[in-house]
């Protein structure tokens, strides 16, 4: 399954444009619209799209409906190990969103976005550890300056609040600390058994969205389930909700090309380009002033960019007998 660095590029691109759409749209939809929707339901809901995007496209792969069938029945009904393997990075994730909620209810907003950064690396360090691949000094180097130049560009000052939270900031640093281990682990994880096997892409995507929508479904029960069953499933959904709901899908479905033909780390850069996109997008539509903080880190996430892609060889791992992990971390 070689494909073109042409291809690879593209589904960089296509994944960078749409996040950083995706962000804009959000926050339209969250500071616009007077009747806030359920923002676990279009988690939900999303999860759905994605599984019925991933039948969809298999069922072109396979060419007839009795094949879609057979592969169905094989691949995933049929086979409740592998369905079982893909649900480690479902809740992983799930563990991640509520580390995520716990950190952000003990630590100011400008402390959680700069610490969260901290993800960039971490999921190098499970690249190398889990997937026997090598990185080179400069490759590194331009981690950290990613790393970096995104804690720059989402850099605010804390401001003084009127109200007085009660907050631990022991236990958010550790919720935080939990939770940018499980985007990391969950992250290569799920890239190592894309890569580990000839199984199609879209048969491992609908393996890991059905426990996925279970666990979202349970999400939506347990943050919400009261209000839910009150005003309805689709309360406060507007066209501008069904679009920013269409975008986190087929985001999604790119997201699994892309670690698929290239990796995690390069996942990271796409979302941090589109971290700079998003925040140009809002000067405009939001006017958002920009600061010098911002043009650093802007420069900074362009400069990693350009050190880490030409040099990096994702689509192949190398031979665990080549190098252990004591003299891959030895590199760095």
Same mark, same amino acid.
């Given at each position: 399954e070689n494909v073109s660095l042409l291809f690879k590029?593209?589904?960089?691109? %296509?994944?960078?444009?749409?996040? $950083?759409?995706?962000?804009? $749209?959000?926050?339209?939809?969250? &500071?616009?619209? &007077?009747?806030?929707?359920?923002?676990?339901?279009?988690?939900?809901i999303t999860e759905v799209i994605k599984l019925f995007l991933s039948v969809g496209i298999l069922a072109k792969e396979t060419g007839s409906l009795a094949r879609l069938i057979t592969s169905l029945r094989e691949n995933v009904f049929g086979s409740p190990k592998e369905l079982l393997k893909l649900s480690v990075p479902s809740l992983v994730y799930a563990v991640q969103n509520n580390m995520a909620f716990l950190a952000l209810s003990n630590l100011d907003a400008a402390v959680y976005q700069v610490?969260?950064?901290?993800?960039?690396?971490?999921? $190098?360090?499970?690249? %190398?550890?889990?997937?026997?691949?090598?990185?080179?000094?400069?490759?590194?180097?331009?981690?950290?300056?990613?790393?970096?130049?995104?804690?720059?560009?989402?850099?605010?000052?804390a401001q003084a609040t009127k109200v007085q939270v009660e907050q631990n900031p022991w236990l958010g640093f550790g919720a935080i600390t939990v939770a940018v281990l499980c985007s990391g682990f969950a992250g290569v994880f799920f890239e190592k058994i894309l890569k580990s096997s000839d199984t199609s892409?879209?048969?491992?995507?609908?393996?890991?969205?059905?426990?996925?929508?279970?666990? &979202?479904?349970?999400? %939506?029960?347990?943050?919400?389930?009261?209000?839910?069953?009150?005003?309805?499933?689709?309360?406060?959904?507007?066209?501008?909700?069904?679009?920013?709901?269409?975008?986190?899908?087929?985001?999604?479905?790119?997201?699994?090309?892309? %670690?698929?033909?290239?990796?995690?780390?390069?996942?990271?850069?796409?979302?941090?380009? $589109?971290?700079v996109l998003s925040t140009v997008a809002s000067v405009l539509l939001f006017g958002l002033q920009l600061t010098a903080t911002f043009s650093l880190g802007a420069f900074l996430v362009c400069v990693s960019i350009y050190l880490y892609v030409p040099r990096q060889d994702a689509t192949k791992t190398q031979p665990a007998e080549t190098k252990t992990s004591k003299e891959r971390l030895a590199t760095v």
């Open positions: 590029l593209y589904c960089l691109t %296509v994944m960078t444009l749409i996040a $950083a759409a995706y962000t804009v $749209a959000l926050r339209y939809t969250r &500071t616009v619209q &007077t009747e806030l929707y359920f923002s676990t339901t279009a988690v939900c610490t969260y950064q901290l993800k960039i690396p971490c999921t $190098a360090l499970f690249t %190398v550890l889990m997937l026997k691949r090598s990185l080179t000094k400069l490759q590194w180097f331009s981690v950290f300056m990613l790393c970096g130049g995104v804690t720059l560009v989402q850099w605010k000052p892409l879209w048969v491992r995507n609908i393996q890991m969205y059905l426990p996925g929508i279970v666990v &979202t479904l349970i999400g %939506v029960y347990l943050s919400e389930g009261a209000q839910v069953l009150e005003k309805g499933f689709f309360y406060g959904y507007t066209y501008y909700v069904w679009f920013v709901i269409l975008l986190a899908s087929v985001g999604g479905v790119y997201t699994s090309v892309v %670690v698929k033909y290239t990796d995690n780390i390069m996942k990271g850069f796409s979302a941090a380009a $589109a971290i």
